[in-house]
């Protein structure tokens, strides 16, 4: 038996894609020990260089000049490649793109809002009236749904059992990752989002009073003004809400609300790792503390799959701008995005693959 | 390693070959990439028949090998290197799989798994009869077989791995065992 079991043949093309996977995650965990031999000296050095250079006076002047521009000086021209690996997922007047690491494009469709699925093998996109599950390698249409007024498609669930949540007219749907079963949840008018780590198929939204609300699980939570984006944390146990006044913090197993006293918050999102970024004003923050300070408005925000990189978008200054989150602080800009995208592109996710 | 990890399960691997993984994990704990690609490279076959013969679906068993080393990543600093890391991995694969057959009655992502069924390489057909006579076994008498007959763990370890008395595993074997060579001799 133990011969017959040993001759299952075992697809190398899979462990292959599963060791991308896991290598990725390895790559975007720090070793306890490097994190206490670097990170104190790190931080004291970067400090002390950024207070030299803000203090003295061509610092100030550089800064100042910054200051006084929308951009960022020393963009790059256009957008060449991704500084980590992974696919961008963006959306808007000039379509749905794929940007690949190595900076080629690939348009698939002329859809103005987008997602992954959870596995990244497809791409839920919306067109005004239309839904619809596609492949991002070749823009392969799978299914589509005619609905009017659709927004914020979200693809969720497992490798084997999924379900599409998006907005039509106002009201909140959801139908399965096969585009059947098509039914009616809620009104809502914000993004809604898929719990991870579950086959439960737990759909976090705000419904119509401004409470937050969980489909599929009994969750419900008081009343917020002005909210505006929903996130989970990687484990599922943690649902942020960027409301007008505050950002909260939901442990959903004991129903706690935790407020984080930080007003105007536009969008939100953890990394792989658990840490939380927030994007408010000019300001990205991650996990509390101020990460970068940008010359003019920030705009959406997402997280590379390793972590490491954030992108956000500065639309005045039809520029995006990479952030390093983690070793040596780098802040990479590029340049003319509307003309590379055909129009001001949202940022719709950054998934692993090639 | 997780509150999975919290039966001290032994395999009798060869004194060197244990020696040679405890250091692919401390290496692994410190950063080395190459430490944990061999941990990767020498577990994943193991792991990836375990599923698969559990659960019969190649997709899924892919999904959940590669799980279960992501979760080995995320609780790689907590690991306890005095244990050794096939049985704590094995557990969660085994655990994952079964868990995944119960709810395989749910809808599927069906165009997705059509395309990589067509991929599949095909197995041999002594590999086809087995699978398909596993395939009509309850998902925890496939876990038990799968434990002590691919993975060699005694009806002891076993229990531990599973959480289960020896007698229940034991009852489970010879049925599964049973029923297995009534399949397989039909």
Redesign the interface.
């Known amino acids: 038996?133990?011969r017959?079991?040993?001759?299952?043949?075992?697809?190398s093309?899979?462990?292959e894609?599963?060791?991308g996977?896991?290598?990725e995650?390895?790559?975007a965990?720090?070793?306890?020990?490097?994190r206490r031999n670097w990170a104190g000296p790190a931080t004291v050095l970067v400090a002390a260089a950024l207070l030299a250079a803000a203090l003295s006076p061509p610092g100030r002047a550089v800064v100042n000049a910054v200051r006084r521009s929308i951009g960022i000086e020393g963009a790059q021209p256009a957008l060449f490649r991704l500084p980590a690996a992974g696919r961008l997922l963006v959306s808007g007047g000039g379509g749905t793109w794929v940007v690949s690491a190595d900076g080629s494009t690939r348009r698939l469709g002329d859809y103005v809002q987008a997602s992954w699925?959870p596995?990244a093998?497809?791409v839920v996109a919306a067109t005004r009236n239309e839904l619809a599950a596609v492949e991002p390698a070749t823009g392969r249409v799978?299914w589509q749904l005619a609905r009017p007024l659709v927004r914020f498609p979200r693809w969720g669930?497992?490798?084997?059992?999924?379900r599409v949540a998006y907005l039509t007219d106002g009201r909140l749907h959801v139908v399965?990752?096969?585009g059947t079963g098509d039914r009616a949840v809620s009104s809502s008018r914000i993004p809604p989002v898929w719990q991870p780590g579950t086959?439960r198929h737990v759909l976090a939204y705000v419904d119509g009073r401004g409470r937050v609300r969980l489909a599929g699980g009994r969750f419900a939570s008081r009343a917020y003004e002005g909210a505006r984006a929903l996130a989970w944390s990687p484990d599922g146990k943690t649902l942020a809400l960027a409301a007008r006044g505050e950002v909260v913090l939901f442990a959903i197993a004991t129903g706690r609300a935790h407020v984080l006293h930080v007003p105007g918050v536009r969008s939100l999102a953890f990394a792989a790792d658990g840490r939380l970024a927030m994007v408010r004003g000019r300001s990205v923050i991650v996990d509390g503390r101020t990460l970068f300070v940008a010359p003019s408005r920030l705009a959406g925000i997402a997280w590379s799959p390793s972590g490491r990189w954030l992108l956000a978008s500065l639309p005045l200054a039809d520029q995006w701008v990479f952030v390093q989150t983690r070793g040596v602080r780098r802040v990479l800009a590029v340049s003319h995005i509307r003309r590379q995208f055909g129009g001001e592109p949202s940022l719709d996710g950054w998934a692993p693959g090639q | 390693m997780s509150s999975s990890a919290g039966a001290a399960v032994r395999l009798d691997l060869p004194v060197g070959a244990d020696r040679h993984e405890r250091a692919l994990v401390r290496d692994a704990q410190r950063g080395s990439s190459e430490a944990f690609e061999q941990l990767f490279r020498s577990h994943w076959p193991r792991a990836y028949r375990a599923a698969l013969l559990v659960v019969g679906d190649a997709a899924a068993a892919e999904d959940i090998a590669q799980e279960s080393f992501l979760a080995a990543v995320r609780a790689l600093d907590r690991f306890d290197r005095r244990r050794p890391f096939g049985p704590w991995l094995h557990r969660i694969v085994v655990n994952r799989a079964i868990d995944w057959s119960r709810a395989r009655a749910l809808r599927r992502e069906h165009f997705a798994t059509a395309e990589q069924a067509a991929e599949e390489r095909e197995p041999s057909a002594h590999a086809r009869t087995l699978a398909a006579a596993l395939g009509e076994l309850q998902p925890e008498q496939r876990a038990v077989i799968v434990l002590r007959y691919l993975l060699e763990y005694t009806p002891g370890e076993i229990a531990q791995l599973l959480d289960l008395p020896r007698g229940t595993v034991n009852s489970r074997l010879r049925r599964g065992l049973d029923r297995l060579r009534e399949a397989v001799h039909e």
């Open positions: 038996m133990k017959l079991f040993d001759a299952v043949p075992v697809d093309e899979a462990e894609r599963a060791w996977v896991v290598r995650a390895f790559a965990r720090e070793p306890e020990a490097r699925s596995h093998l497809f799978h669930g497992t490798r084997t059992d999924t399965a990752g096969d086959s």
